[in-house]
């Protein structure tokens, strides 16, 4: 499994309330490979570090380890007070909608050097409020591979989002069963694959031998080759397998130039490729079983748990109305407003397109005369 985690948290629904926290990984074919669920009373600092100490007891801490998250501050203290070695990077789309919120731009896709060129502010806090490191592949002390953003975490609150409405035993019970069938499921799909590499692996190799056709491959060195053609050359070390494009070496999957160099110097395109898109490593994946918790009589429960008194939490009353069931939004993250008629004064649509027969001509909605 390549050490890259998303972590991120989603608010429950039910009598009690609370907060989900979730810590994912993906796995060789691209899907996401859950680490670690815990329910907290909300998102704060010591929340947050009690969850990333129960997963730094399943993971560990290396400087391999990329943990990728929102631009939270509990969250970013947390991980510098929990995890020693391992290295913090933001969420691209939580970025972007940081920019978004703060200098009202919405067209802010595209290389850094086109937005330095139009809003320089921008620039400017991408480099030093944000830092390089914590959103650009390049410049990433670390390995985040192809992962920018947090969407294999939003994957799972998104499956979630009946659930959230249970108990807490009842939702816990709803993730157990849903990754017994993941499991299940995907170690079928890893037992009847005849490639070297994982579909999604695979699909996205074979492309490149065709273009590979036509490149001038020279060889340099004994492991050193020159691949011209194309809109980028390349320079590629068989041996440490880097490549000047650095595709090759931040990705793990051979570029263009790489399987160009690898036929010119009769080695196997598969050699040199990270191990974890292998069907191997996609097999171990899902080798265990997640078997079912049973019902409550069954369970081998510690004393200190047992005799342990644990208050529920205060429950609140709840507000009129209908209940909110969108997510909330991340710090700094830019929400749409919905456009307001001038005529009817509703929202969703511009007087222009109005269908109201009556309505206030001065933007504010119409007041109900009795006849």
């Not at 010591?46 to 399943?58: H, R, V």
């Not at 060129?117 to 490191?133: D, I, Q, T």
Request: proline content about 5%.
């Amino acid at each position: 499994m390549r050490k890259v985690v998303g972590i991120d948290g989603t608010f429950l629904k039910g009598q009690y309330r609370g907060v989900l926290l979730v810590a994912t990984a993906q796995d060789g074919n691209g899907q996401c490979y859950p680490l670690a669920w815990g329910i907290v009373d909300s998102e704060n600092e010591d929340a947050w570090s009690w969850f990333l100490t129960q997963l730094k007891e399943i993971i560990g801490d290396t400087d391999e380890l990329a943990l990728i998250s929102d631009r939270a501050p509990s969250i970013k203290k947390a991980i510098s007070t929990v995890f020693e070695k391992a290295h913090h990077g933001a969420c691209a789309w939580h970025v972007t909608q940081n920019i978004k919120n703060k200098f009202k731009c919405a067209d802010i896709m595209g290389s850094y050097w086109k937005i330095s060129n139009r809003y320089p502010r921008v620039a400017e806090y991408l480099e030093n409020e944000v830092g390089f490191e914590k959103w650009s592949r390049c410049h990433y002390p670390g390995l985040r591979y192809n992962i920018t953003t947090t969407n294999m975490v939003e994957s799972l609150n998104s499956m979630l989002v009946n659930a959230r409405d249970f108990p807490y035993v009842a939702l816990l019970d709803v993730i157990q069963e849903k990754m017994s069938k993941w499991w299940n499921d995907r170690r079928i799909v890893a037992t009847a694959i005849t490639t070297p590499l994982t579909p999604s692996r695979e699909s996205e190799l074979r492309p490149r031998f065709a273009q590979s056709n036509g490149r001038h491959t020279s060889q340099l060195n004994p492991i050193t080759y020159h691949v011209k053609g194309g809109e980028l050359e390349g320079v590629v070390d068989i041996f440490n397998k880097t490549c000047t494009c650095k595709e090759f070496d931040i990705d793990k999957l051979p570029c263009v130039h790489v399987v160009a160099a690898a036929h010119h110097a009769q080695v196997s395109v598969y050699n040199l490729v990270s191990p974890y898109y292998t069907k191997e490593y996609y097999l171990l994946a899902y080798g265990e079983t997640i078997y079912p918790v049973g019902s409550q009589s069954q369970w081998d429960v510690p004393n200190e748990v047992v005799t342990r008194i644990v208050l529920p939490r205060e429950v609140k009353e709840k507000k009129r109305g209908r209940p909110k069931t969108s997510r909330f939004p991340s710090v700094g993250e830019f929400r749409k407003r919905k456009n307001r008629c001038g005529k009817c004064g509703a929202y969703g649509h511009y007087k222009k397109k109005c269908n109201s027969q009556t309505g206030s001509t001065e933007g504010n909605p119409p007041t109900n005369v009795p006849g």
